[in-house]
């Protein structure tokens, strides 16, 4: 590390903290400019951008790790690419190609790499990815332009202290998207659309809400802004298949883990919310949430517990000590899913 930065490494949360650079690039007539580093973290964009007011941007997450020895590598950026184009074209924005997209992320990493927390401490350099509609506009339309930006913020550890069980509350009366809608997209409106429902489970002590299948209202999909996934009485890894979940770069991942690293069977299908004690341990997964065991969940007026309140389950716990061993390059990785930034 060549510059230092005066940060408690081991208090590190999950909130804004401005680093020195940021990466931008601009499309316009047609194409995306070579982009470059900045130092502002202040973006001034017309009044009548889309993104304003029609909700027309998109985002990804993903995070940078220090190895023992010191190095700095990303986890699957490839995917996150992919996802953001996927995202990018369902609400009608050029799609940033994941050549680019990588080499933005690698650009970001290296000039705040005094970011990277020290292996050891739990922290992450967590990567924020963007895309949105700019440009003077007053009809409902797509964008003249768009701005594709990547910021980072460090971030601590999800669990101090151990990987600690956490209750959700099924959203009563509210889906977070549309049968047909835009669930699969990491688009804004998705997360308006669950503060209202993440209010009222946070009033009533939950950690946040479980959202069911918008068009039957029976089936999980996810698990506030996380993938659900069960472990069987039969040891198998279960998770939900629907057009209107974000597909999950940390559950793809741990489908890999479990079947490879654990020798489980994993099965992707309908998860009833009726039918939870088939599963001995569940949990939610995701970039921020890494792995949170699910302690219970609230559904009406059942409260349904799987392993324990308090504990993690043994295969969630090898679960995660699996993933983060990848992540921070204890356990040795599958081709291609560490990227190291040189
Ligand atoms: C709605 C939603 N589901 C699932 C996830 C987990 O996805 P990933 O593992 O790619 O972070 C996220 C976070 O990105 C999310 O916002």
């Not at 409106?189 to 503060?195: D, F, I, K, P, Q």
């Not at 009033?203 to 039957?216: H, N, V």
Request: glycine fraction near 10%; charged fraction near 25%.
């Amino acid at each position: 590390m060549s510059k230092t930065v005066d940060i408690d490494w081991d208090n590190l949360g999950f909130s804004y903290i401005k680093t020195d650079y940021r990466y931008i690039s601009v499309w316009k007539d047609g194409k995306w400019d070579e982009g470059k580093l900045v130092e502002d973290n202040k973006l001034t964009i017309s009044e009548g951008s889309t993104a304003l007011h029609y909700g027309q941007q998109c985002f990804e997450g993903l995070k940078a790790y220090r190895t023992k020895d010191g190095k700095v590598q990303l986890f699957r950026p490839d995917e996150n690419a992919k996802r953001m184009i996927e995202s990018c074209h369902k609400v009608l924005m050029p799609g940033v190609p994941v050549e680019k997209f990588i080499d933005a992320c690698k650009q970001v990493v290296k000039a705040n790499e005094h970011f990277v927390p020290p292996y050891g401490t739990g922290g992450t350099l967590y990567l924020r990815p963007f895309v949105i509609g700019v440009g003077d506009n007053i009809g409902v339309k797509s964008a003249p332009e768009f701005i594709f930006s990547v910021f980072c913020v460090p971030v601590g550890p999800y669990f101090k202290g151990g990987v600690n069980p956490v209750n959700f509350l099924v959203a009563p009366d509210f889906d977070r998207a549309a049968p047909h809608g835009t669930g699969a997209a990491k688009v804004g409106g998705n997360y308006a659309a669950s503060l209202y429902p993440l209010s009222i489970a946070k009033e009533k002590g939950f950690a946040d809400c479980i959202y069911l299948d918008p068009a039957t209202r029976t089936k999980v999909e996810e698990v506030g802004s996380a993938n659900f996934f069960g472990i069987t009485h039969d040891d198998k890894f279960v998770t939900p298949t629907s057009p209107s979940i974000l597909r999950s770069i940390t559950r793809i991942s741990l489908e890999t883990i479990a079947e490879d690293y654990l020798g489980l069977k994993v099965e992707e299908r309908d998860v009833y919310i009726d039918k939870l004690d088939e599963f001995k341990e569940a949990g939610a997964c995701g970039t921020a949430a890494v792995i949170t065991p699910i302690g219970g969940v609230q559904y009406k007026d059942d409260f349904h517990v799987f392993y324990s309140e308090k504990e993690v389950g043994p295969i969630t716990k090898k679960l995660y000590d699996t993933l983060c061993g990848i992540q921070f390059g204890d356990v040795e990785a599958p081709e291609g899913w560490m990227v190291e930034v040189e």
